[in-house]
């Protein structure tokens, strides 16, 4: 062996070595936050952040993690700074070693690559690592964006940097199938961070509502939500650096975004199956909301995450004071939303009974009125939940207001509560006693311009009770209903494509599948310009789906290699 090649061998023994460590101290700081000693998990990291890709990415990630749980915009914008730094390290030439974290080109390398791409076999294992880290930094600055733009314009503007982790995330999967291939001695993490990107991308894509995935896929993207579940699973289910993310990622899936953006078909039992092996590892992680606020002091925005939680649980019990409690503890401790937070306070004011008053004095319409001055932006856009909020509240504007009928109900829907209540028979027949109420109320009352408005908002919430308690028919008279008032309906329109889109639900859970594709298609094609646009498309998208039930196009393993 001449010199040379000597110094070379060293070298990249001296790169393994130094990969092992850095891997074996980022998992050690992840056991550390997973057992709520947060400050104790970043000052593990800081030292070495500005050194080594790792660290630097798992710092980055732990703040991200914080900013997905607490949806605090400062939160949101620290994570994504350090994330991009996180990036920078990726580029950047080492202090220990004779190559660059990750592989950089020259335009004219760039050029030449449309025509025969750089083999990725001739990386060393410390450079492929690189690349991973690379295209998971720019996943997780797009994940991001979503907290901050729920309809994704951010995402789609950047198109270019997420098109950059895409197209690195199909090539590094080419190569793990590829029989020239030779696993280096940290392949289980490398392997890991590969069945992230590819389930995460895909798992996402397929969620997207039509309009947003003909716009991805003409800049070729795609999606399989199949596929995407199975990489995920995988990742979640092998002991390495990224499993934890894999697990975190499935878990919001079956028990978060299927509910608010898809049709209520989350699966709980996956869901704690995938908890059992933490909660065995990590006892900390407590299965009780007060518990959970018990357990850390460190960081206060996770109370506000279990304050959220426990205000939609009092309101699903019809707990009308304890849900205030919460509802007032956010205004005044978190500042994702004070509009939200103080119109959900109105909101359940305004269900308190006759002998009832507020612990703090407040009046339900002076409440209500001070929602549209609360208006904030984040990264330019504001929020959706926090729009509907507005136009619902302004109603108290004027003089002599049109109360709201049952506002916490109303918003319930918009975070899909009822198929989350529909599985307790007990809290659905609850829910339905207060809504007839509010219906017998509304007969009695003086008519006013609004009335179609609020008949139809009782109809809708009506209509989901009686189908989660089986009176199908029933439900069907419900949602039929605000169709055939549609030219009635002077504010609330978001009411009839919502109207349309649980019909076909309902004749999707009865076999009927050609009803239920052009009610969906009628609801996506002829209403836009409503509350919530959004989040009603994510959800018919997910109903078409589960309605049409063929395979998707979209990145796969084995031969197709992600193509």
């Known amino acids: 062996m001449t010199m040379s090649e000597h110094a070379g061998d060293s070298a990249e023994r001296s790169s393994t070595s130094d ?5 074996r101290e980022c998992m050690a700081a992840l056991d550390l936050f997973l057992n709520n000693k ?7 990291l800081q030292a070495k952040t500005k050194d080594s890709m790792y660290h630097a990415l798992t710092y980055a990630t732990i703040l991200e993690m914080q900013a997905m749980m607490t949806f605090d915009p400062q939160d949101i914008l620290n994570a994504g700074n350090t994330m991009k730094e996180a990036q920078a390290i990726c580029q950047r030439m080492t202090k220990w070693t004779f190559c660059r974290f990750r592989k950089k080109s020259t335009v004219a390398d760039s050029i030449n690559n449309l025509v025969h791409r750089q083999s990725l076999e001739h990386f060393t294992e410390e450079e492929i690592h690189a690349e991973i880290c690379y295209a998971e930094c720019l996943l997780q600055r797009a994940a991001l ?13 950047g198109g270019i940097k997420v098109r950059n982790s895409y197209q690195t995330y199909r090539e590094l999967d080419s190569l793990i199938q590829s029989p020239h291939y030779v696993k280096g001695e940290n392949h289980l ?3 890991g961070g590969v069945k992230l990107g590819v389930g995460a991308f895909n798992l996402t894509l397929s969620m997207f509502p039509a309009r947003i995935l003909r716009l991805l896929e003409f800049v070729g993207f795609s999606g399989n939500k199949e596929h995407g579940l199975l990489q995920l699973q995988e990742g979640a289910s092998s002991y390495s650096f990224r499993s934890v993310l894999c697990t975190m990622l499935l878990l919001c899936y079956h028990t978060f975004m299927t509910f608010v953006l898809g049709t209520g078909k989350g699966n709980v039992e996956e869901a704690e199956r995938l908890l059992k092996p933490y909660l065995a590892r990590y006892p900390k992680a407590v299965n009780r909301y007060e518990e959970c606020c018990e357990a850390q002091q460190y960081w206060k925005q996770f109370h506000h995450m279990c304050y959220w939680e426990l205000m939609w649980c009092f309101t699903y019990k019809r707990q009308w004071k304890m849900a205030f409690f919460y509802a007032d503890l956010l205004s005044k401790e978190n500042t994702w939303s004070k509009a939200t937070y103080i119109y959900m306070k109105a909101a359940y004011l305004s269900m308190f009974g006759p002998d009832d008053c507020s612990p703090f004095g407040d009046s ?6 001070i929602v549209p001055s609360l208006k904030l932006k984040i990264a330019g856009k504001s929020l959706p939940t926090e729009k509907f909020a507005i136009r619902k509240a302004r109603r108290y504007l004027s003089s002599n207001p049109v109360p709201l009928p049952v506002p916490p109900l109303e918003m319930m829907y918009i975070w899909n509560g009822y198929a989350v209540i529909g599985k307790c028979p007990n809290l659905t027949e609850g829910m339905l006693e207060t809504l007839n109420e509010a219906e017998e109320a509304l007969a009695r009352s003086s008519a006013t311009e609004l009335l179609a408005d609020d008949r139809c908002v009782i109809k809708l919430l009506k209509g989901l009770c009686l189908k989660h308690l089986g009176k199908v028919s029933e439900a069907e008279d419900h949602f039929n209903y605000i169709y055939l008032n549609e030219k009635k309906i002077k504010y609330d329109h978001y009411l009839i494509p919502n109207a349309l889109l649980e019909l076909a639900i309902l004749y999707l859970e009865q076999d009927r599948r050609e009803e239920a594709i052009k009610l969906l298609e009628k609801a996506k094609q002829n209403y836009k310009n409503y509350s919530m646009e959004t989040r009603t498309h994510f959800r018919i998208q997910a109903a078409l789906h589960q309605a049409k039930s063929t395979p998707e196009n979209g990145m796969h393993c084995g031969a197709s290699a992600v193509s």
């Open 189 to 191: 993490h490398f392997e």
């Open 145 to 157: 964006t979503f907290l901050q733009d729920e309809n994704m314009v951010s995402f789609i503007k």
């Open 19 to 23: 990969l092992n460590v850095a891997l």
């Open 364 to 369: 339900e319409a002076e409440l209500f009125r």
């Open 38 to 44: 947060f400050s104790d998990a970043l000052a593990s």
